[in-house]
């Protein structure tokens, strides 16, 4: 029965959120009972029988315990700034909403653009080496540069110094948490958290006060991933979270690169494990823009230009003035020209250019189509 695209009322968010609450229904239960009955109120219409919901389950559902819960949850977040998203409505991360088991609620502090679309994640050790926070600075200031934004997760040493360098750099960046909003582990990572509520976004699949658990943060770890077009791991051991989501990141589709370490530090023996097992070893972010793929929709970027590859963030203005100045269909080469208002001989040059990295293809000749 599935439900529109669309902003929920204030409603659909209480009955989300008393759905939410209920230890057994986890994400994948959620999407299954709304899908089945049309929408989490109509779920809670149900007082018996409730598609296999075991009957504890049904009680605690319709409790006043929860009913007094869940309003003290949403109150709670209109009074501190911060958005109750559920996985329908327009302004739900696209990419994580892929995922096998996407949060069926999000809260967040800040705001989602769409050029958060272009996102990469970079994670790695807390206990990183002086090399390891240069790899994760380097890469995260290139990857804001270019218009990407960094997602990690707060923690100390590689996640903190990507979201700092992100900010530096002018970028957007986005934090996804273990615990609630209100609730930022570490807490000297405090400041840095408001920062990127300032300039991008927090976020938890948890209420606003949630404790962080030792539980909750390999589950984090599949939104890192999700809300990624690929996942950049700087340093890691052998048993480490930033593996497990290169490992979700698999899993969800999502493209897996590692920075190569010393091979005599055991911090560098996660980031070696997943080169043996296939994941790509990158010394640049332009290298990461080569490997991936066409977007599943287009986008836009922070000039609002229509972006289709993550390869466009890498070109210069010239490349960028021709590479608009075809249409959405077939274009003839005329028009490009006289659309760009540049040279014949400086547009089929950039045009050589644009081929040989697969963002325009020839068709009859004289004839473009953006690829």
């Known amino acids: ?56 389950q049904v009680q605690f559902l319709h409790s006043q315990e929860n009913r007094d819960q869940a309003a003290k949850i949403l109150a709670y977040c209109h009074s501190s700034n911060i958005e109750v998203l559920v996985s329908h409505s327009d302004q739900y991360p696209p990419l994580l909403r892929e995922i096998h088991d996407p949060p069926p609620l999000l809260f967040i502090r800040g705001n989602r653009l769409p050029r958060d679309d272009l996102s990469l994640a970079i994670v790695g050790t807390r206990f990183a080496s002086p ?57 000297e990572h405090g400041s840095l958290a408001q920062q990127a509520a300032e300039a991008g976004m927090l976020m938890s699949e948890l209420p606003p006060l949630a404790s962080p658990t030792a539980g909750a943060f390999p589950r984090r770890n599949r939104l890192i991933s999700g809300m990624a077009l690929g996942v950049i791991v700087v340093e890691a051991p052998r048993r480490s979270g930033a593996l497990i989501t290169a490992q979700l990141a698999l899993e969800q589709g999502r493209e897996v690169f590692a920075i190569p370490g010393q091979i005599d530090r055991e911090s560098s023996r996660g ?12 010394e640049s972010v332009s290298q990461v823009i080569e490997e991936l793929g066409p977007l599943a929709r287009t986008t836009s970027d922070r000039d609002g230009h229509r972006v289709k590859r993550p390869a466009e963030l890498d070109l210069n203005e010239l490349e960028r003035t021709v590479l608009d100045a075809i249409g959405e269909g077939l274009t003839s080469i005329d028009q490009v020209i006289r659309s760009s208002g540049l040279p014949a001989a400086q547009v089929l040059a950039v045009l050589s250019v644009l081929e040989v990295r697969l963002l325009v293809s020839r068709e009859a000749g004289q004839q473009l189509r953006r690829c």
Do not use: W
């Open 271 to 282: 980031c070696h494990q997943l080169l043996r097992d296939g994941a790509v070893l990158v």
């Open 131 to 187: 090399y390891g926070l240069e790899m994760a600075r380097r890469f995260s200031t290139a990857a804001a540069q270019v218009g990407f934004t960094v997602v990690s997760g707060l923690a100390r040493g590689i996640d903190g110094m990507a979201h700092q360098a992100a900010l530096a750099a002018g970028g957007r960046t986005i934090a996804v948490l273990g615990g609630g909003l209100d609730r930022v582990y570490p807490a």
């Open 1 to 56: 029965k599935g439900m529109d695209s669309r902003s929920p009322t204030e409603k659909e968010l209480l009955s989300s959120i008393q759905l939410s609450l209920v230890k057994g229904i986890g994400p994948c239960r959620f999407a299954e009972l709304v899908s089945h009955y049309g929408s989490a109120c109509q779920v809670l219409e149900r007082r018996t029988d409730l598609h296999g919901v075991p009957e504890n």
